[in-house]
Structures are given as C-alpha cells and as structure tokens.
C-alpha cells in the first residue's frame, strides 16, 4: 500500500506493516482526544518513523493516489485535533 | 483506516473531487484539472518570492543592527574614558537589547531559509507530477474512449491531485510562519524607528521613556559586568575607582564635574 506523510512524499510499504501502522495510527488519534500532547509526539513519531524505515520512498514521477494519507510530521496536537481541513492554496 | 491518516485522506479525497466534478466531460476535466496545476505552480513560486522577500527585509534589519552594535560599543568606550558612566551604561544597555534582537533574527532568517528550501523542493516535485499528468493526459485524449478514460483520468488526476493539495497544505503552514515573523519584524522595526538603537550623541541628559524601556529589557547585570570589564580595560585594571584615585585622574569625587575634567586622559 501507499501512504503519504505530508509534505514529505509517498511510501510503499508491504501489506504486512499494515496492522502495526493501525495500531499506531489509532493511538495517535487516542492522543489526541485525549489532549495528550506527550502520548500523541511519541505514537505519532513512532508511526513516522515505522513508515520511513519499512517504506521505499515513491519515485516523483509516479502519478497516482496514496491509500492513506498522515499530516505533516511537525503538525501540533491542535492541528491534528482540527483535522487539517485549511483551505490551503488549491486555487479554486 | 480510521486513525489520523483516516481524517487525513478524507480531506483530501473531498478536496480531489471538488476539484474532478466541476466539469462533466471527461477530457474538459483533464484540461480543467491541468489548468489548476499551473495556477498552483504560479502560487507555489509567489509563496517563494514572498519567503525570499521576508528573508531579505530581515538580513537588512540584521546589518543594521550589527552596525549599531559596533557604534554603541564605540560610543560606551568614548563615554567611558570621558568620565560618563551613566552615558556609557545606557550605551551598553542599547546594544544588549540590540545584540538579544540579532540573536533572534539569527534564528528567523534560519527558519525561513529552511522554509525557501522546502518550498523550492516542492515546486520541483510538483514540476515534475504537472509533467507526468501532462503527457497522461495527451495519451488519454488520443487512445481511449471516453468510458476508459474516465477511469485513467480519475487516477491520473487523485495522484496529482493529491500532490497539489499537500503542496497546498506545506505552503499555507510556511506562509502563515511567514506572516507571524513578519509582524515581529514590523515590532523591531518600530523600536528601531523610535530611536531604541540610535545614535547617543545627540541624546540630552535626561532619562526618557525609551531609556526606561531599555532597562527593563536589557539584563542589568550583563550590563555591569561589560561595564566593569570596559572600565576594567580602559582604566588598565581591576580595581578601576582605586587606581583612578591614586593615578590622579577623575575619581569618585569629580562625578559633579564629569563633562570638562573627565575629558582628561587617565593615563595610569
């Protein structure tokens, strides 16, 4: 499958990663409910760190969609707890 | 996946269609789509100018400052062998809130160099997905009908797509940083203007408002330590109200007369 951290790009990783990221990605989101602002830099970091080093980098030149997609890797608890849903600079 | 990257795709996907269903035939959605891409490329390079302008305007305002650091400490130096103290120490607290500026100006224009790089590195990916989508799009047009089309363009355009909205996403977070190192640019600016780092020898002997300001800011002992330290130099030693006294040069006693006696050179 294909994630992608953003700001930084896209990683193919092997389906077998795939229950330890949900683990990791569902603890982030525990984190953040809860307020934790340590728990959610530590799972969050860890989630980070499983997908750059089980993951091979996509090429630039690929042209398709990622399976799943995690905020930037300096994003603050507030901003996970918004969603990320800013407008950003898509024109139109 | 319903953790982060569940919220996360879903913006995005959302993001994607909105952008996929605002035209109806397929190949008018292909040329829609590329048209986005450019006018984001188009932002992406503004977004850089705008970071190398903010930079610019701070190295500026980092020159100047390190110019005003070198006069105060010349004009502490001169103040100081003409007996002035008082003159000397406002000089000195001037340059201590001057240096505690450039020390973060130091650390803003390294955030927003980081900021340029990234942004530079984005445009180059983004360049080269517009590049890919380009030709993609070309071959659609020309060998598929329009019921196969629709599934190539939808995957050619969520790949793109995905990469403009995170490009979008990297460039709102760099430009509102951007913004918030502006205002505090703006800030020293004004303290600037307001003669906080100006010249002292056009200064009265009354203690004004900025004076008050500086004192509150700057470090009072950072202050008393170069003070003594400069004294320390200019007098020839540690001791400097001692030796002063038994080199018959200004001493404690003349404060009243500083001005014209002071302006004796204390040679030990």
Redesign the interface.
Known sequence: MI??I??E?QYELDESDVPA??EL??A??AA?EAGDEEAFRTT?GQ?LELIRTEGTLVG?????????????PDSSLAE?KA?????????? | ?????????T??KA??S??LD?AEDPSETLEYSYQ?QI??LQ??KK?IADVVTSKKRLQLQEEKLQQQVVKLDTQARQALSAGNEELARTALERKNVAQTELQSLDGQIAQLEQQQE?MTA?E??LR??IE??RS?KEVIKAQYSAAEAQVRIS??A?????E??????????A?DKTENMKARADAVGELEASGAFEDLTALGSGEDDIDRQLKQLSSTSEVDNELAKMKAELGGGSTPAGQLGAGGAPAEGAEGAKGSEGAKEATP
């Open positions: 994630i992608r953003s700001s790009g990221l949900n990605d569902n982030a989101v953040v969050f989630l630039d030149d690929h042209l398709g969609g990622s399976d799943a997609i995690l905020p930037p996970a969603g990320f849903n800013g407008e950003g600079l898509i024109p139109g | 996946m319903p953790g982060l990257s569940g919220r996360m795709s913006v995005v993001k994607i909105k952008l605002r986005k006018e984001l932002n992406v977004g990234q984005s180059q990916k080269t997905k890919q989508f993609k995957e050619a969520t790949g793109v797509g995905e403009m909205a995170d490009v979008g996403l990297a460039m709102q977070r430009l």
